[in-house]
DNA sequence: TCATTAAATTGTT
DNA sequence: AACAATTTAATGA
């Protein structure tokens, strides 16, 4: 399905829009900045396609500029478990570039996606130089090990109704997906995908949480109405 | 720009 | 898993 060859970052100038989704970029410094925009490279991911895989070194800090990509890893017995999804304005990698390790999941395209990356030496020259910067990745740590961690509670959960809920109110989280904003595009194929349920399922699950009024269902996409309703919708049912 | 057609997505069984 | 209904994207005059 996918070709076993890294994604092809190609350097070209990013336009004005791409470097708003950018949510790190206005916390530079100019001279900053400019070491970083003149580093950054583009990529377009292709459905299937692998941003990263488990093993490999580390060569770059990733970002979405757009699309939906898929954080996953596959344990001993070879089965695949998926953390998460990555919607645009997110960022991921922090963790092993900082140490120069090797990347500890896969990241994925769900859909045709738009994907940054920072070189890891720039990353760190980042970090020796921007306290801004480092502000911004101590926060993404901070917030993703709070993810990481209401995360296991919805494994352990059983109903699919509350597992939809949760997991959507982490995709629609302002400070580590500042790009989402108030519509989240991502249809229930590829929700159903992230979650881990059928798709008639999740379309259950999403119909009646529109009836509670915590999210509208709309064609290729999902919009919140009440975030808080979707954190913390307990079970009942 | 508009109308037609194909493709994608959703709602339902 | 299959189907029909609906929405969007693509095409071409």
């Not at 009024?213 to 109405?225: C, H, P, S």
Request: with cysteine; charged share 25%; glycine share 8%.
């Amino acid at each position: 399905m996918q070709t076993d060859s890294a994604l092809h970052l190609r350097r070209r100038a990013l336009t004005a829009g791409e470097l708003d989704a950018i949510p790190w970029i206005h916390l530079l410094s100019s001279l900053e900045r400019d070491r970083a925009v003149d580093d950054l490279k583009i990529a377009d991911a292709a459905p299937g396609e692998y941003i990263c895989r488990m093993g490999r070194p580390v060569t770059y800090w990733f970002g979405v500029v757009d699309g939906l990509l898929k954080m996953s890893s596959d344990n001993a017995e070879g089965q695949t478990m998926t953390f998460t999804g990555v919607p645009p304005g997110g960022w991921f990698g922090e963790g092993t570039a900082m140490k120069r390790e090797t990347y500890r999941y896969n990241i994925q395209a769900l859909r045709k996606s738009m994907v940054a990356g920072l070189h890891v030496d720039t990353f760190h020259w980042l970090l020796d130089h921007s306290i801004g910067f480092n502000r911004f990745v101590m926060n993404q740590l901070n917030e993703r090990l709070g993810q990481f961690i209401a995360a296991r509670e919805i494994d352990r959960m059983t109903n699919p109704d509350i597992r939809v809920a949760r997991s959507l109110a982490s995709l629609f989280n302002p400070v580590l997906y500042p790009g989402v904003g108030e519509v989240l595009r991502i249809t229930q194929q590829e929700l159903a995908y992230l979650v881990g349920l059928s798709r008639q399922r999740v379309n259950e699950a999403l119909t009646a949480l529109a009836a509670q009024d915590a999210i509208k269902v709309e064609y290729g996409g999902l919009r919140v109405m009440d975030l808080q309703a979707l954190r913390s919708r307990m079970s009942f049912r």
